[in-house]
């Protein structure tokens, strides 16, 4: 199929509504292949909802979404739209709490996920190699044995982007990655996403503007489901209509 | 043409009466009498015609006297005695005892087959003429399925005097049977009978137009098959009507049972395994009500209901909060364990009301203002039915009036929309959650009253109910109290409407099927809410 | 296949195995080798109660595959465990021949009672025991794999799925009371005679089909533990403890789960068929949701989550079913039953093995006992 668009990641007019309320209202635009995109924005601008719409939890009434341009994702459920690779971080870290850490990673990891497939699968030595290294990109090499729900606030943080790593997706998607972190912990987590950048597509919903500042990436600022202001970050800190309703005077 | 002539004379003494009113009663009858002492057998017939349509009380007493050779005459003194079995005689007329020898020329009226035939038709129409309306709907009840060709110029002269409509069509529509059934009425008479039977239109109409003397002029089996045809149209359309007001009736009952599940399960997605048991309960407090007044004051009785329904009520309500407080309470957000320690819950109070009040089904009485019912159209309509149905509809008005209008209703809907933000309102939220299943509990102890009224009190009553009212609320969608009313009228109507074609069980089993199905396309019933809620 | 065996057989699970196969050696020998006067005689009602409870326990592992590893609880599992049964019952039906009340070669006796002619189509076959120990396995698994395809497909769960396999289960039940229905209507299908040619009442075959049924437990908990430990088992795990999130991870949750539920259905469907034989009928009643609501019970008291603990429970609770609805006792048991129900709930939410296992499990090595069961703290399912 010819590509439509350049873009890997392209909203193209999205409106979703509950009950009369627009979450989000004629939502545009796009994400080139290999960027890093700050979407900040105050509570109920849409953020949340335009994850949900990505990634196939809420089905847009008008608009489409495509992804490496030819997908069209508003078709598609929760798993195709993740086997096209485009893997996700809650904003609330969830990770499988009886799993151990380990466990965890061997899930994400990139593999057949038929059922069938599950049933005979056998770690192999190449894979075992790929869980090691993961392990040691988010530091949690020293409890890989230990049960994910027994970790640390910030540790199942880093614990849901390893399994995002270990997805190997083409964009990633992550919702306030550093709620509830130390400040030390918030900068390593900054240099981890550069790092993942190098190689992926990576979209970061934030609250904290410190954090966003530290990426250096072009952000896009939401507002009652529409985009009000795009641009670097002290473009979009400048901005009148951003400082009115988001930062504030 | 003995017929045409007594028809004559029937009507002529009808109009005597209309213009003479109740003095010429006693008149009529003198003149009736005389005929019998004419000692002549055609004057023997008028007499009994005459005597039976004269509408008096005494006509029966002195009928069947004829009819038992117990009749007497004096041609001398132009009198007409009774003479009972001992030989005691008394005057026909009045009924008082002759005092005095007997007249001399006494001799019986004497009578034949043909005059025992007439009797016999006469008296079977007396009771066209009775003074009760009841008893008169019912004897031309009688005559219309009898056909008894010799009561109609009885029902000639009770069709003229009649003053209640419902009793004249009935007496009507009698006649048209007669006359449909004897060969040489006229065909003229015989269409206006066919169109009479036609607006009748039920399952003995069908039967009587289709079953016509032979020899019927076939201009009157024309119009006898058009109105076949109608009657059939018409029967189709009441059996729709039919099948949609028992539907409307167990959607009734549904919605009673549901709707407090729709509180507890809807609302604050408890799901609750004893709910039904809920229900029991409110039957057997009705029982117990009910009891006490028998035994102390009967006639309280018509006031039963009215004792039982916020009694059971406060009972079912509390045990409600009981088990809210003592059980679920520590279970929220388990769903899953909610339903297993709800089942066990129900299968305590099961046991509990077998050992108190014994597993067998209890008598529970209708009050009289339930019992009974009437004609509309083409259906039976039974008050019970039809209370329940008010009283459904009543309570689920007060609980929309409730949630919407009052203080309690507004915490209610806050705990439920956000805990943690109405807690911090200064909304107590645990008092609010005791309250709000308290109520769910004490809807269902409503529902327990109404279906008592129409179902077994038995412990197993709730059971019943409990996968039916599940039912309704998914189909209608959880937190949508709208949705239960529609889901539990839908899932009842159509209940009813396939039963005739599948039979109850497999009518049961198909809705199962379709809502199972019905799930597919909406995961979420009905009237399902959208966004951010429906995640927690 | 050597490596899903050694993946299988953890310390605690040869344990159970081993238990499992004295009881399946001990029991036939001291009812058959002993005289009746000796102290360990163990008499021919109790083989055929024991049996009855192994059946229970098979039924109860089938259960604690969905609902202790997937989150999945089924209340309508008695339906697949009857469906089984009436499979066997049908076998066992056509084996008496001319020895039921009417001696009608084909047609068994409540058919010939209500004057039906011909055999219907889909008692065709049941007289070959293959046949009918296929259908044993293919009627439950072809009905959970039907039913499962349509609610797993609308993301059906929770407490909506429990409600729904309850209402599959109870209109199965209103549909094998029917007469019409060709499977004995009220009365279900009874006085069987023999089985594969022995006599189902000898007190030979009655202590073989116990063995027989604790070997079907042994192969019943050897596939559930192959299962879970599998890579297969930390999905379904995964989907329990968060379903959203494996969805995100692209796993196809709904084939995961129909997978398993359809396999859990075969295992229900071969435990009602060797409960049959055993108890020597099979009606509607079975289909009763009360019966599925009890079993799950069952699999609650033991420790879903935990596969001895569900054997372990299912014969624990059947033991005090027996005890007390023979004493004097029995007008207080459902009282009982429903405390259970509450209290187990209540105070000892991971069931009893599971109870033990949280207790134990600072002695032992933290990392281990997580890997060893893939769960050691089942978690609510939601």
């Known amino acids: 199929m010819k590509a439509l668009t350049s873009a890997l990641l392209y909203l193209d007019g999205v409106t979703v509504s509950f009950d009369g309320f627009k979450a989000l209202n004629n939502l545009s635009f796009a994400i080139a292949a290999g960027e890093m995109r700050a979407i900040i924005g105050p509570n109920g601008a849409g953020k949340t909802t335009m994850m949900d719409v990505v990634t196939g939890k809420t089905r847009p009434e008008l608009g489409d979404v495509i992804f490496d341009g030819r997908h069209n994702l508003t078709r598609l459920d929760e798993t195709e739209i993740a086997e096209l690779g485009i893997g996700r971080k809650f904003q609330k870290p969830t990770v499988f709490d009886s799993h151990t850490v380990l466990d965890n990673i061997e899930l994400a990891l990139k593999s057949d996920r038929r059922a069938s497939a599950a049933l005979w699968w056998r770690e192999s030595v190449g894979e075992r190699r790929r869980i090691d290294e993961i392990m040691e990109i988010i530091r949690l090499t020293a409890v890989r044995g230990r049960r994910a729900g027994s970790l640390s606030h910030g540790q199942k943080q880093w614990l849901e982007i390893g399994m995002l790593l270990a997805q190997e997706p083409k964009l990633l998607l992550v919702d306030e990655p550093v709620a509830g972190m130390t400040d030390a912990e918030t900068q390593q987590t900054a240099e981890l996403l550069k790092e993942i950048n190098r190689d992926r597509t990576v979209v970061v919903v934030e609250h904290d503007m410190a954090f966003v500042r530290d990426l250096h990436v072009k952000v896009t600022c939401l507002h009652e489901g529409s985009v009000l202001a795009e641009g670097t970050i002290d473009q979009v800190s400048a901005n009148e209509r951003v400082v009115e309703v988001y930062l504030g005077r | ?536 | 296949m050597t490596h899903i065996l050694i993946r299988s057989l953890d310390r605690g699970a040869t344990i159970f195995l081993i238990v499992v196969a004295a009881i399946a050696i001990a029991v036939p020998v001291l009812n058959l080798a002993l005289p009746d006067s000796a102290a360990l005689h163990v008499p021919t009602y109790l083989v055929s109660l024991f049996g009855k409870y192994a059946c229970y326990a098979l039924l109860a592992l089938s259960i604690d595959l969905v609902w202790g590893f997937c989150g999945i609880l089924s209340l309508g599992h008695g339906a697949f465990f009857a469906l089984g049964g009436y499979a066997m019952g049908m076998y066992l039906m056509r084996q008496i021949g001319t020895r039921g009340v009417y001696a009608d070669p084909l047609l068994p006796d409540f058919m010939v009672f209500l004057n039906w002619k011909h055999l219907p189509v889909y008692w065709y076959g049941f007289q070959h025991f293959p046949y009918a120990a296929l259908m044993v396995v293919l009627v439950p698994g072809v009905l959970a794999f039907v039913f499962g395809w349509f609610a797993f497909r609308s993301r059906v769960s929770g407490v909506y799925l429990s409600i729904i396999t309850q209402a599959l289960t109870f209109a199965l039940m209103l549909g094998f009371f029917r007469n019409n229905f060709g499977f004995g209507g009220n009365n279900g299908l009874t006085d069987f005679k023999d089985i594969l040619g022995f006599n189902v009442e000898a007190k030979t075959t009655r202590a073989a089909l116990f063995s027989v049924s604790c070997v079907a437990i042994m192969l019943g908990f050897l596939l559930c533990r192959a299962v879970i430990t599998s890579k297969f088992g930390k999905v379904l795990i995964a989907i329990r403890d968060a379903e959203a999130r494996t969805r995100f991870l692209g796993y196809r949750v709904e084939s995961y789960k129909l997978l398993v539920f359809t396999l859990s259905a075969c295992m229900a469907g071969i435990a009602g068929a060797l409960y049959v034989p055993q108890v020597g009928i099979i009606n509607p009643s079975e289909f009763a949701p009360a019966n599925s609501i009890e079993a799950v019970i069952w699999v609650a008291v033991g420790g879903r989550g935990t596969l001895t603990g569900a054997v372990l429970g299912a014969v624990l609770v059947n033991y005090a079913k027996t005890f007390f609805t023979t004493g004097a006792l029995a007008p207080y048991w459902l009282f009982m039953l429903g405390g259970l129900f509450i209290a187990v709930t209540l105070l000892l939410p991971r069931g009893v093995v599971g109870t033990l296992r949280h207790w134990t499990a600072p002695w032992r090595d933290r990392a281990s006992a997580a890997a060893e069961d893939g769960v050691t703290e089942p978690l609510p399912a939601e």
């Open chain 2, 1 to 536: 043409m003995c017929f045409r002539r007594a028809w004559l004379v029937a009507l002529l003494f009808a109009l005597g009466f209309a213009l003479s009113g109740t003095s010429a009663e006693a008149a009529s009858l003198d003149e009736a009498l005389a005929h019998f002492t004419a000692d002549d057998f055609s004057e023997t017939v008028e007499g009994i015609n005459e005597v039976a349509a004269g509408g008096s009380p005494r006509a029966e007493i002195i009928l069947r006297a004829l009819q038992n050779d117990q009749l007497m005459f004096s041609a001398e003194r132009k009198a007409v005695y009774i003479m009972d079995d001992a030989g005691k005689l008394t005057d026909a007329a009045s009924g008082r005892p002759v005092v005095g020898a007997a007249p001399a020329d006494l001799d019986n009226v004497r009578i034949n087959n043909r005059l025992r035939g007439a009797i016999e038709a006469v008296l079977g129409g007396l009771t066209l003429l009775a003074s009760d309306p009841g008893a008169r709907f019912a004897a031309a009840q009688a005559v219309f399925k009898s056909r008894a060709a010799g009561t109609l110029p009885t029902l000639e002269t009770a069709i003229a005097k009649e003053q209640d409509p419902r009793v004249k069509r009935a007496l009507m529509e009698a006649r048209a049977a007669v006359i449909l059934s004897v060969a040489d009425a006229k065909d003229e008479d015989k269409l206006a009978a066919v169109d009479i039977i036609r607006q009748r239109g039920d399952q003995d109409a069908l039967g009587l137009l289709s079953s016509l003397p032979a020899g019927t002029s076939p201009r009157v089996m024309k119009a006898a098959s058009a109105a076949i045809a109608a009657v059939n149209n018409r029967l189709i359309v009441w059996s729709v009507v039919q099948n949609a007001w028992y539907g409307i009736s167990l959607g009734s009952v549904l919605l009673l049972a549901a709707i407090g599940l729709a509180i507890t399960f809807g609302v604050m997605g408890v799901i609750n395994m004893a709910h039904g048991e809920m229900v029991m309960l409110g039957a057997y407090v009705t029982f117990v009500v009910q009891e006490a007044i028998r035994t102390k004051n009967p006639e309280l009785f018509d006031y039963s209901l009215a004792i039982a329904i916020p009694l059971s009520f406060l009972v079912a309500g509390g045990i409600g909060m009981l088990i809210e407080r003592c059980l679920i309470r520590f279970l929220y957000g388990r769903p899953l364990e909610t339903l297993l320690a709800t089942w066990g819950l129900s299968l305590i109070l099961q046991q509990a009301v077998r050992t108190l009040f014994g597993p067998n089904n209890r008598e529970v009485g209708n009050p009289s203002w339930m019992s009974g019912a009437f004609d509309l159209g083409g259906i039976t309509v039974t008050y019970n039915r039809l209370w329940i149905i008010c009283f459904a509809l009543a309570v689920f008005a007060a609980l929309l009036a409730l949630l919407r209008f009052t203080r309690f209703g507004l915490e209610m809907r806050a705990v439920t929309q956000n805990r943690a933000m109405a807690a911090s309102m200064g909304i107590r939220t645990s008092r609010v959650d005791a309250l709000t299943f308290g109520l769910g509990s004490g809807i269902a102890g409503m529902a327990g009253v109404a279906l008592s009224q129409i179902d077994n009190v038995s412990p197993n009553l709730g059971q019943g109910y409990i996968v039916d009212s599940f039912m309704v609320v998914v189909f209608g969608g959880v937190g949508n109290l709208w949705g239960t009313l529609v889901g539990s009228f839908v899932l009842g109507i159509a209940n009813k409407f396939l039963e005739p074609y599948a039979g109850a069980v497999l009518g049961k089993i198909a809705i199962l099927v379709l809502i199972i199905l019905f799930i597919q396309k909406r995961p979420r019933g009905l009237f399902a809410l959208k966004g951010r809620a429906v995640e927690a």
